[in-house]
């Protein structure tokens, strides 16, 4: 959607200009923590998906996925660098269990539709889970055939082993926090939520 995609760029330009800085992680001194890899489309919104999870410490958003060694978001958007935006979550698994991540990342996301997600689309866009080790490839692989019989397309979400992750320029981390109204004019925009509830139904 052209309305969408225009107020993106300009809340991008607002922050750029403003040089405004990350807000304070939480606080996770003396956590064991580990860390989740998640692609949804638009990093803006997975950030602010994972940041209401209890027993998450911290959310940031980058690029992983592709070929070129410190990417900047005008390339990646571009398409041509073979990166994905994604969020890489840092929490506490004795409070929440990678399991749940995964559960709540499938029912915010469209696993349907190859290299787009909503209004957003190319490759940079895709959705993926990218597992650090076995168990989180083991575990992503179940949770992705549980769903196998929901729908009659098929799943298009990838589950591929991580590989370097990038963060973002300044301005795109916690972007929902920055700019409440200008992420919330996208959001509406790009239609994410009428078309979460087509896909899933009520939650």
């Known amino acids: 959607m052209k309305g969408a995609n225009l107020i993106?760029?300009?809340?991008?330009?607002?922050?750029?200009?403003?040089?405004?800085?990350?807000?304070?992680?939480?606080?996770?001194k003396g956590t064991q923590a580990?860390?989740?890899?998640?692609?949804?489309?638009?990093?803006?919104?997975?950030?602010?998906l994972f940041d209401k999870v209890d027993g998450v410490l911290s959310t940031t958003s980058g690029f992983t996925g592709g070929s070129k060694k410190n990417p900047t978001y005008d390339q990646v958007v571009t398409g041509a660098t073979?990166?994905?935006?994604a969020v890489l979550v840092t929490y506490d698994p004795k409070k929440v269990s990678y399991e749940k991540l995964l559960d709540i990342f499938w029912?915010?996301?469209?696993?349907?539709?190859?290299?787009?997600?909503?209004?957003?689309f190319g490759e940079q866009y895709r959705t993926a889970i990218?597992?650090?080790?076995?168990?989180?490839?083991?575990?992503?692989?179940?949770s992705k055939k549980a769903l196998l019989g929901r729908f009659k397309k098929p799943i298009a979400t990838q589950i591929v082993a991580a590989s370097e992750f990038y963060p973002?320029?300044?301005?795109h981390q916690d972007f929902h926090l920055k700019n409440p109204l200008a992420y919330e004019r996208y959001r509406i925009a790009c239609?994410?939520?009428?078309?979460?509830?087509?896909?899933w139904g009520e939650k």
């Open 107 to 120: 029912r915010n996301i469209d696993p349907l539709t190859p290299n787009g997600q909503f209004c957003d």
């Open 82 to 85: 073979g990166h994905a935006e």
């Open 8 to 28: 993106k760029s300009l809340a991008i330009v607002f922050l750029a200009l403003a040089g405004i800085g990350h807000a304070a992680e939480r606080d996770n």
């Open 191 to 199: 239609g994410r939520d009428r078309q979460l509830k087509e896909i």
């Open 34 to 48: 580990a860390k989740a890899t998640f692609a949804g489309g638009c990093f803006w919104s997975v950030e602010l």
């Open 168 to 171: 973002a320029e300044d301005y």
């Open 130 to 142: 990218f597992y650090n080790d076995e168990t989180q490839k083991r575990l992503a692989d179940k």
